[in-house]
């Protein structure tokens, strides 16, 4: 395969993100500027204030992701960048600078689908990964399952229907108390918990579906709270963030390997920024194991937002010419 080397920005949320990764597999360097602390004071990401974050950073971050690799705007074979889906005015900022670099440079421009930049996070850290698999998808703005035949077709098998799985995580810890982004303290929290302290709701939907939906079991979660609270009842945060947790976790596992069970793939792949959790990982990992298909999932730096995956996504569309035209533009809900 050509080592083509590909410098990849991705500014589709609040994080301002720059890699050089060679031949879709060798990474030097990732950098991601996060806007955590200035979204935090509001609860969540506040899409006028990403813009301008993004502003102020892109140039930095993207001079500190070719120092890092060493290499110079004139060694780049292709400039990749996320054009959907996302907040409009903050795939804008990646855009307009990848389009002026890349006509300056006069190399290809990679328009990259961002989920498409999550499944490819695993082709990163496993290149030889066996097709055809399943991909469970869980981020903050997506929950799908998809069937990659090959690095050209693929297919939804089931989406959520209201809340993403990272949107429940961040609402229940909002209601928890916890801080924004409120995955990851959840998960923390979850760990002093019993998950079976309280019995929360499964939605498996109609017979044999694959669809999704968390926003009656983030019900239950408020519904159970303030019960507890108008009846002087004691709570546990823990134990309800453990047991939020399995409830979750049960309905994604258990239809992941249902799916591909149905579809015959040959393996099962984890992506999206849910994918860091690492209860989501050993319990899909065990299920895998149970059921005898090979399971991959990238590591978490790789699984929440960054540009190498974005970079490594960009190179399979290089091998195939699979150019941009200069005028592309932002597409909030581009489909996958
Ligand atoms: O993929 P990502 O970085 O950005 C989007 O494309 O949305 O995903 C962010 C989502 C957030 O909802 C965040 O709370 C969730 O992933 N997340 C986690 C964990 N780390 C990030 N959820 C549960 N446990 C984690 N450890
Ligand atoms: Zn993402």
């Given at each position: 395969m050509e080592p083509a080397t590909i410098l990849a920005i991705e500014t589709s949320c609040d994080e301002t993100a720059a890699a050089v990764v060679i031949?879709?597999?060798?990474?030097r360097s990732n950098i991601v500027a996060s806007q955590i602390a200035s979204h935090r004071r509001f609860g969540g990401v506040v899409p006028e204030v990403a813009s301008r974050h993004h502003m102020e950073n892109i140039v930095p971050v993207v001079a500190e992701a070719l120092e890092v690799a060493g290499l110079s705007f004139y060694e780049l074979d292709a400039v990749a960048v996320t054009y959907g889906p996302g907040l409009v005015g903050a795939l804008l900022v990646g855009l307009a600078y990848a389009k002026s670099l890349a006509y300056a440079l006069d190399k290809p421009l990679i328009g990259v689908h961002h989920l498409l930049g999550h499944i490819y996070a695993g082709f990163l850290q496993?290149?030889?990964?066996?097709?055809?698999a399943v991909c469970l998808v869980v981020s903050g703005g997506h929950t799908n399952l998809v069937y990659l035949e090959s690095h050209t077709r693929r297919r939804i098998l089931g989406s959520t229907r209201d809340d993403a799985a990272g949107e429940a995580f961040d609402k229940v810890a909002r209601v928890l108390g916890l801080p924004y982004p409120g995955g990851p303290e959840l998960e923390k929290l979850a760990r002093e918990g019993d998950p079976r302290a309280v019995s929360f709701p499964r939605a498996w939907l109609e017979e044999g579906s694959l669809d999704f939906s968390f926003s009656g079991l983030k019900s239950a979660v408020i519904n159970y709270l303030h019960h507890a609270q108008q009846t002087g009842a004691e709570v546990n945060p823990a134990d309800v963030a453990a047991s939020f947790q399995a409830a979750v976790v049960e309905v994604l596992v258990t239809k992941t390997i249902q799916a591909a069970r149905r579809f015959n793939a040959c393996s099962i792949l984890l992506a999206g920024g849910v994918a860091a959790n690492g209860f989501l990982r050993r319990e899909m990992a065990a299920a895998a194991r149970e059921a005898a298909l090979p399971f991959f999932c990238p590591e978490p730096r790789l699984c929440t937002d960054n540009a190498a995956m974005i970079a490594c996504a960009a190179y399979y569309q290089y091998l195939r010419r699979d150019f941009a035209p200069l005028d592309l533009n932002a597409i909030p809900d581009l489909p996958l």
């Open positions: 031949g879709g597999r060798e990474i496993y290149p030889e990964l066996p097709l055809p």
